[in-house]
């Protein structure tokens, strides 16, 4: 049997939008000034409109590039993706949780962890950005999973 993979791309461009503004309020007034001191930047300096205009851009590709590939991740493990019934208890917030975790423990935090080991991070920069992989990995799952 050939998979039917459905996206709902509103969920995913939910997704995106609810990612930005995570990262918003993680990198700036979360855990921003302790994010900037641990890369050794100048908390008082602000970047250039060009460098945030940038940075949002390139935020806004990377977040749309994860929750529309996670989405299609999602689907692919589902059963009713291969004609198969829906297991009794497979509640979609326990489907975002489990491929959340799963994804996190596999994809994001082997990198974080090198990157932390190479670059030479401290741990505190380490969980900053290893806590908002995860989160923006569960908002996304979430939003895809729960939206009909």
Do not use: C
């Not at 459905?6 to 930005?20: D, M, Q, W």
């Not at 302790?34 to 205009?53: F, H, N, R, T, Y």
């Not at 596999?106 to 190479?118: E, I, V």
């Not at 992989?133 to 729960?146: K, Q």
């Amino acid at each position: 049997m050939e998979p039917i993979i459905e996206l709902n791309y509103v969920a995913i461009l939910i997704a995106v939008v609810a990612n930005f503004f995570l990262g918003f309020i993680w990198y700036t007034p979360l855990f921003g000034k302790l994010w900037a001191k641990e890369l050794g930047l100048k908390v008082d300096e602000k970047p250039g409109s060009g460098v945030l205009i940038k940075g949002m851009a390139i935020m806004v590709i990377g977040n749309f590039l994860m929750a529309w590939v996670f989405a299609h991740n999602i689907a692919v493990w589902h059963p009713a993706t291969w004609g198969q019934p829906t297991p009794e208890g497979m509640e979609p917030t326990a489907m975002a949780l489990m491929a959340s975790i799963f994804t996190w423990l596999g994809f994001y935090l082997p990198g974080d962890l090198s990157r932390m080991a190479w670059e030479n991070n401290s741990w505190k920069l380490f969980f900053i950005n290893t806590v908002y992989h995860f989160l923006t990995l569960l908002v996304a799952a979430m939003i895809i999973t729960n939206m009909p």
